[in-house]
């Protein structure tokens, strides 16, 4: 690996904890549904609905919280209450405010790559939130840039890897979704390094390749 241009991260449940706050969000609305349907076919349908919008709102906590309205409404027939719905817009509001929790061995991982490669931090979601999320983190520094994206596609790792003056055969993807970090990165022609954490949300479920030798799996 020592010809790499770019060594590429991503952020969400690979530097720092995300989807803890949106699993306590997801019991949360099954027990403020509980009068309707019970709190485990309540949570199934606030991942389905999430999952069918994302398309349309996009990730992060916002499209999530909108999710979650449209979920209440729908389980509820329409007769959930105002109250009910402020209280789902406080949670959302609580999830974009949470304390970061770095990840282990993230901030030794990056120092002992940064100054022999050219760090970049790739994620997905709402740019207004991930560029708080990255602030805070104390992170930053340790990256030659950060960009955030709608998705991740191969045709966008490879845009981002002509911005900076790298060639995507000679770049590394790491991150905790097959879906999203590995494969696009590893169709593009670059590597792709799975660094499992143990939630995955659905969306993200995807097969580990077995039929390359540009995919790699670290424990942490």
């Excluded at 997801?26 to 509980?34: A, D, I, L, P, S």
């Excluded at 999830?95 to 970049?120: F, R, S």
């Excluded at 030659?144 to 911005?163: L, N, T």
């Excluded at 022609?189 to 479920?205: D, N």
Aim: charged share 25%.
């Amino acid at each position: 690996m020592s010809g790499l241009d770019l060594v590429c991260f991503d952020a969400d449940d690979t530097l720092w904890h995300n989807l803890i706050h949106f699993d306590a969000a997801e019991t949360e609305f099954g027990n403020m549904m509980g009068a309707y349907m019970p709190v485990a076919e309540a949570k199934q349908k606030i991942i389905t609905t999430e999952s069918r919008n994302v398309k349309l709102y996009g990730y992060g906590v916002k499209s999530f919280t909108l999710s979650m309205i449209e979920a209440a409404i729908d389980i509820s027939g329409g007769a959930v209450d105002t109250a009910t719905i402020s209280k789902l817009i406080a949670l959302g509001r609580t999830m974009l405010d949470h304390d970061m929790e770095i990840l282990p061995h993230v901030e030794e991982t990056l120092k002992a790559l940064h100054g022999d490669y050219k760090l970049l931090l790739i994620t997905k979601g709402d740019l207004h939130h991930q560029e708080r999320k990255v602030l805070a983190s104390g992170l930053a520094h340790y990256f030659e840039g950060v960009e955030i994206v709608a998705d991740k596609r191969p045709a966008i790792y490879e845009k981002i890897c002509k911005r900076y003056g790298g060639k995507v055969s000679r770049t590394l993807m790491a991150g905790n979704s097959i879906r999203s970090d590995v494969l696009p990165m590893i169709h593009a022609g670059g590597f792709g390094v799975y660094v499992p954490f143990e939630i995955t949300w659905e969306h993200e479920h995807e097969d580990v390749p077995v039929s390359t030798q540009r995919f790699y799996e670290v424990k942490d």
